[in-house]
Every structure is written in C-alpha cells, then in structure tokens.
C-alpha cells in the first residue's frame, strides 16, 4: 500500500477525528467549535487537491481493507476523476456552509454537537462518493441522510420540525430501500461486494434484470435528486433547516442522487438495459423544470422559492444524464457544480435578507437595494448565474445539456421544450429580485445593519462563480475524463 | 440411565440451583441483591457447562451413542443439539443480564424471593426443551416454561392488570400445548412411538394432524398472526426484565424448536417453509401497523416484537422452503441480534418505569434530559431494530434482502416487498419515539411536575449499557457473529 492510498483513507478518517474531538468537547464555544470544524473539513479538501497528480498519472486511487471478510465486504474507498469532482463540490460546499455558520444564529446551543453532525454528514457524502464497496457505499449513504435529519431535529426552526423530518427521512429512505435492493441483487450474484470487481461482470446479467434493477436505481436516486413526484419532502426540509444545513442539502446532498445515476447504472450496467428509460428521464426531467419553476413563481416564502429551484433545477441534470450523451451527461456533471455554487450563493442572500429584515414572506420584504447594495449585487449575480445568463457557469452547463438534447436522436421537441421552459427561471428569479430589493422599503426600519460576517462569504461564492463561469476548461476537462470510464461502457 | 451426565448437567444445575437459592433465601432472610447474585453464579455455573458442551457439539452430532437417557427402544433420552446450545447460550447471558438488572429493579418488591428461581426455571424448561428426544418429554418441559413464565408474568400480583396478563398466557399458553398434548395422542395412536429420532414406524395422515398439532402450538407460543393476541398484554404489563426474556429468547425460540418436531412428524420442507413465510408476512404487516398509535411504550415494543417475530419467521421460511442454508443462518443471525435489541429495548423501557412510574409515550416526553444515558440506549435499540446502518439491526437486514434475492424467485420476493413496507412503515414508529425522548412536549411534563433527575442505578446501567454496546459492537464488526452463526447453521442442518 503506497503512501498516496494511506492518504486518500484520511479523507474519511481525519474528519472522524475531529468529531470525536467535538463530542468530546462539550465545553466549546461556538467559534471554537467551528474552527475545529472548518480545520477537519479542510483536510477533505487539501488531500484530493494533494492527490491530483497522483490521478492523473494513474487514473484511479484505491485504499482497500478487510473489513467483514466473511461476507466478502472489505472498507474500500476509490478515488476517481468522475469522485473528485464531486467530493470537492461537497467538500467545498460544507466548509462555505460551515464559514457561512459564522455569522449565523443557528447552532447557538449544543455547538460541539452541531458542528461535528455538519461533518458527519460532510463525511457521509464524501464516503458516498468514494466508496468502492456496495455496503460502504449505502453505510455513508444513509449516514448522509442520518446525519441531517438530527440536524434538522436539533436545530431546525419551527414547530412543525419533528413532522417535516420524520416525513425527509421516511421518503428519503424509501428510495435508499430501492437504491438497497439493487445493491445487494449486484452483490448476491457476484458474490463479492466490491464495485471494481462488480463492474467487469455486472453488465452479464440477464438483460431484464438488468432493466429492473436500472428502474429501481433511477427511482431511488430520483427521490434523492427531488425530482417530481419524489420531491415532497424538498421544500419542508430546506425550510426548517437551519440555514448552514439548508446550504449543505441543496448544494451538495441533492447532487448525490446524480452521482449515484452515474457511478450504479451507467457504470455498471448494460446500454440496453438503460436506453429504455432514456426518454422518460429527459421527460422527468422537462416536468420537473417546469414544476419547480411554477412553484417556485407561486410561494411566498423567500426560502421556499429557492428551494423549489433546486428542483426546476434537477430537472436539467436529469434531463442531460437521460439524453444519453457524452455532451449531455458533461454538462449534466458541469451543472451539478455550477448548481452548487449559485445553489449556496442563493440561500446565503436568502440568509441575510432574513438576519436582516426577520421576515420570511416575501410580500413583507421590499426595497432593500438601496440599503444593502452589497448583498444587492450578490443576490443579483445569482440571479443572473441560475437564469443562465452568460458568462455565468450555468450557461455553460445548460449550452452543454440542450446541445446533448439535440444530439440525443429523441425529438428534438421535448430538447425545444426544455429550453422554452427555462425562460421560467429567469422569470422567477427577476420576481424574486425584483420583490426584495426594489419598491418601496419594506419593512420600514430595518432592525440590524447588514452581517459582515454573512456578507463575506457570500462575496467570495461570488467570485468563485464568476471565476469559474469565465474559466470553465478544467472543470470541463474533469468531468470528461470522469465520463469517459462510462462511456467506454455504455457505447 | 445411562450415557454422557454432562447432556443434562445443566438443566440439574439450573432446577437444583433454582430450589437452593430458594431456600437459602428463606432460611437466611437474604436480600435481593444476595439473591440476584446467587442467582447469577447458578447462571454462570450453567453457562460454563453450555459453553463447554457447544464445543464438544461437533463430536457429537450424528453419533447416536451419544445421549443421556434409558436406551431402551422407546426410553426417555435427552441429545445434545448445536442450535440449542446457541439459543441457550445467548438465553442464559440474557437471563445473566436480566437478574443483575433485577437486583434493583425488584428491590421494591417484598416478593423476590421466588421470582429469581422462577426465572431459573423458566430457562431450565427452554433447556429442556431443546435436549429431550422424546415427544411427551417436551410437552412436559414446555409446561414448565408457560407455568414459570405466566407466574413470572403475573408476579406483581396485587395489579389487577398483572394479574389478567397471567391469566391470559397461562390460558393462551396452556391451549397451545393442550394442542400438543392433542398432536401427541395422533401421532402415539398410528406410530406408538415418540421419538425425535430413529425409526419412527407408520407415517399416515393421522401424524401429520399431529405435526399441524405441534404447528400451532408451537405458533400460538411464539406469537405468530393471527394467534397474537396475547403478546402486548402480556408483554405490556409483566415486569420489564421479564418481558425482555420472554419477548427476546423465550417465545422467538419456538421457531427453532418448530422444525426439529414438524419436520420429524411428515411435513416437507416446502410446507413447512411455505407456512412460515406467509405467516411471516401478516405478522410483519399487523406488528408494523399497530405499533403506529400505540400510548404505552412496552406494548409499542411488543407490536414491533410481533413484527421482528415475522422477520425471524421469514428468514427461517426461506430456509426451508428454497432449501437455502445461509437462510437459515440469516434466521438464527436474527434471533441474536433481536434478542439482543429487544432485551435492552425492554430493559431501558423499564428504567423509566421504575424511575418515573409511568410507561405513557405522552407523558415520557422529554425524558431524554433527565436520564441521557437511558434515553440513549433505548434510541439505539430503537435504531437499531429500525435497521440504521452500524448497529445489529442492519446487518440483519442486510442478510435478509441478501437471502430473499439470492433465491430471485417471485414468492420470496414478494415476501420481500412486504418486509420492506413493514420496515419503513415501523421507521413511522422507531423514529417518534426516538425524538419524542428529546422533544420539549406542551403537555405538563415530568420535568414540570417537578420531578428531578434520578440517580439510575449501577444495578441497571450495568446491563442496559452492556447491551448497548453490544448492540453497536454487532453493527460494526459482525465477522466473529456471522462465523459463530455459520457454524451453527451447518450442524443445524446436518442435524435437521
């Protein structure tokens, strides 16, 4: 075992050092025990970073060792182009949501206990991404969910908290049973439990096995990507979540469900078996855009309207991983990156409007440009960056997924379809732009002076999306090599 | 009587045990607490026995010499049996447990002096059960059990509700083994013989009413639906520590014992397995609904145990009926880990009981702040038997959808649809109740009522952080279990 494997295994160790050092430390104040968080989350992000070279000289990492040997599972982790990218989205994300915690209220009780649940359930998604074992794999599945349904228990606002997470985690979960029988029919065929050996022979199965198990992994994961109808539980949750989590679960948690759609039935499963179901994703995936959009036009409540978002936007991602092809699944992947960041920048204005002005209708908010001109310009970068206005990231990424639509060989309706239909998001999001910073002020005296605190992460998300809409060639880059192991698959 | 002594041993020790520590406590006014600690030295003393007899139990199996008994044709003989020896293991580490738990628990109770030996009993019956080759032997033994068990069940007899929950498992008991007594007399009248084992002469259909006689005997004894009824009664009201027996080794082991008899008797394997699954499926669904609205916790812990009931039933049932040996490890891999789960989930019900004087869900409300440790061990047996990852109850899980696909055949996976629905719809039940401990309630709390923070006893953390630990030890490093399990698995059916 080389030195860099050691390392990849702290990515998932480290954090659970710090942890244990949180639950530990009962007596921590917050800022203290953010730091510790913000340090162990660090280390996530510094080894993959570290480890870059290492990928691409080799193409993969892998870190293997026994674990339950009589049940042939072994704790394997493996790093990836297709992983990398979506670990760092995670990682990055959590430590933005963890900075952005700063300057929050939330988490002002039992701090040592909030932040060490922010890193497990951190760590729940970067061992989803990494995982290479299909117990591993569903362990830090269901630790991702676990982990923010307590946080939402514990910290989430409102008296209805205890419904909205019992409802997350039982629909959550039944698309994680779903995800689980397909993961143990892999496992009892073949004997072994370990993906790298799965995905030489999965694509031997019967081909109408093969078909269902694809139903039951796209389902499964749909239910996490919040894709209509499975998306019920989405707007409750990141409503009562504290804003941190909220944050967490729409940047990054959601785009597990497309993670998950790429590394089970694309990587390991026959073409056949898939292009049956090619269709009805792109056609999910048009319902769901649209859906999200209308309601996100309908509510009134500022946090609910970006959360319906996240499924408008959901939809694109699926729209481009149904289309089949390489530019709609790269551009599937690129939206899952620029998602997050517009997806964090969004809830962070969010965020501050509500420090602000304590309200959450948005028919009680108004005329904020003129006092808070900074959050004014960040609130409309995002804006700007989810309608898809050039030169914002998700332009690219939506350049990407129609260009996949027209080349997907379906009619090119549904692909025109989409496209008309993301003229809503710019529609709600100038609604949304429009309500809370122009017109007159509402409400009347604004109580605080605009958080700092908040503020400056907010402005470094923003420059990271300007940063990474200007310069989208590595991104590009990654997420073709990490679609090129499936491709050679699946075509 | 001749043949190998140590096959009985530990029944002798544990009878005997039980009418020493009786008397001892009579003649020398003993305490609770001397009494609970002879009792588990007499425990020990058995488990040392067990323990050794397990080792010797791969010398033994398919050796007709060796047994303790009469060896004439149609003497009494007792066998050693490796699934017996597994069961009684994790029985009498239980009952270890339960007795250091009642040390507290009972100090309240003027009475304790028989309920000790009764417990000795109770298990010496199980024991019995699992060593006698010979029909009317186990019908005896079984009565041993259900007479011990309601007397430990209505032990608080100055409860009118204690008292009815003992009426009813003696009465409910008592018909389950008439009904043997019933399968005895048809399979004695075609065969005019009793053994388990050897030639067993005529096989007509008068003994195969009496296997279905043994059937449901066996069934009503373990709670199968719709022979139910009796369960959150009783398991609602006897005192906790004994509900944590009764609901996590006595009445799950009539399962094991259900197929020795029933497959001796001329039911195949397909019926047999046929049987237990689709009863496995009404007590999966009925033990997952009814658990939903239920007010007291040990009667919500009793509905979810019908439900686990069903678990074990269709692991077992896959066993039999696809022929699938690692089914049947799956089964006897869930019996520890429920027992395991369903004692401790029992016990911390308990602590709650004995500290607050109330088992209402309601009034429980954020209990959690005045007994952390408690509440965090009933949340992780509640977790646990809800199947979240790193703790038993998953891995069990895990091993049944392993079986269920494994045999990629429409009727187990049918049967798998439903232990899915009942998994998730008892997570509506696990998962209230977990939050519930920690919730801030509207209603006038404990903590309102000014009840202050109790110092929990050693006697009690003891066991329930054991188990706990336990608990969680199986969730992450299941290997030596699995082996354990394996092993036992392979002399079952070389056995069967």
Sequence with gaps: MNPYQILLSGITILPVIGVIILLVWRKATKTQAAIIGIISESFALVIPIVLL??????????????????????????LSWLSITFLL????????????????????KNSNTYYALLLLFSLGMSGTTLADDVFLFYIFWELMLIASVLLILGWGHGENRFRVALKYFIITHLGSLMVLVCLITLYVNFGTASLTELVLHASSLPINMQVFLTAFFIIGFCVKMAIFPFHIWLPDAHTVAPMP??????????????????RFPFTLLAFESIQPFAIWMMIGGLISEVYGALMALAEQEIKR????????????????????????????????????????????????????????????????????????????????????????????????????????????????????????????????????????????TLPEKSPRALLVPTIAVTVFLIIEGLVPGPLLEWATLGLTGIFGGLL | MTGYFEIVLPIFILIGGAFVVYLLVRLFKLSNRTESMLTVLVLAGTLVVLVMHYLDVPDFIDRPEVFYGSAEPDGIIYRPNAVGAFILIIGVMIGILITLYSAEYLSRDPRYAVYYPLILLTLAGLLGMFTSNNLFNLFLLTELTTVTASALVAFRFREKISIRAGFK?????????????????????????????????????????????FLLGFSLKA????LHTWVPDVYGHAPSAVSGLLAGVLSKSMLFIMPV??????????????????????????????????????????????????????????????????ALGVGLFLFLVIAVMKCLAFLAAGVYEYYTGSQDIERLRGVGKLMPLNALSLSIALAGLAGIPLLAGFNGKWLVFSAALLTADAFALACLGIFMLSSVISLGGYLPMIIKQYQESPQPTLEIEGFSQPDISKWMLLP???LSLLVVLIGIYPSPWINLVNQVMQWMVMSI
């Design chain 1, 305 to 444: 309207i970006v959360a319906y978002s996240s499924v408008s936007q959901m939809g694109y991602i699926l729209f481009g991983l149904g289309t089949l092809t390489l530019r709609g699944m790269q551009g599937a992947v690129m939206h899952v990156v620029y998602h997050a960041i517009v997806k964090a920048l969004l809830f962070m204005v969010v965020g501050i409007i509500i420090a602000v002005t304590r309200e959450r209708d948005i028919r009680n908010v108004g005329g904020l440009g003129s006092k808070l001109p900074i959050l004014t310009v960040c609130a409309a970068i995002g804006v700007l960056g989810i309608s898809g206005m050039p030169p914002l990231g998700i332009f690219n990424s939506e350049w990407m997924i129609f260009a996949g639509g027209f080349d997907s060989g379906v009619s090119i309706v549904l692909t025109v379809m989409t496209l008309i239909g993301s003229l809503l998001t710019l529609v709600y999001g100038l609604r949304f732009f429009g309500m809370v910073f122009f017109g007159v002020q509402k409400p009347e």
């Design chain 2, 169 to 213: 498992y003696l009465i409910m008991s008592s018909l389950g083994t008439m009904t043997m007594m019933l399968g005895i007399y048809f399979v004695y009248r075609s065969t005019g013989n009793m053994q388990l084992m050897g030639p067993l002469g005529v096989m007509d259909n008068f003994v195969r009413i009496g296997a279905a006689c």
């Design chain 1, 245 to 262: 989590v909220t944050i967490i679960l729409a940047a990054a948690m959601l785009s597990m469900g497309t993670f998950g759609v790429l």
């Design chain 2, 261 to 326: 008899v029933c497959l001796r008797l001329g039911i195949s394997e397909v019926e047999l397995g046929t049987y237990l699954m689709v009863f496995a499926c009404f007590n999966m669904l009925v033990g997952s609904v009814r658990m939903l609205r239920q007010q007291q916790l040990r009667r919500f812990l009793s509905f979810s145990s019908i439900a686990q009931t069903g678990y074990l039933m269709f692991g077992l049932g896959m066993g039999f009926y696809y022929e699938l040996d690692q």
């Design chain 1, 89 to 108: 989205t995670e990682v990055l994300a959590t430590l933005a949501a963890m900075i952005y915690s700063l300057g929050d209220k939330d988490g002002e």
């Design chain 1, 53 to 78: 070279t290492t990928l691409r000289k080799e193409g993969v990492i892998l870190f293997s060792v026994p674990w339950i040997p009589n049940m042939q599972i072994s704790f394997s982790l493996e």
């Design chain 2, 223 to 226: 709670g199968v639906v719709p």
């Design chain 2, 464 to 466: 329930v952080g054991l």
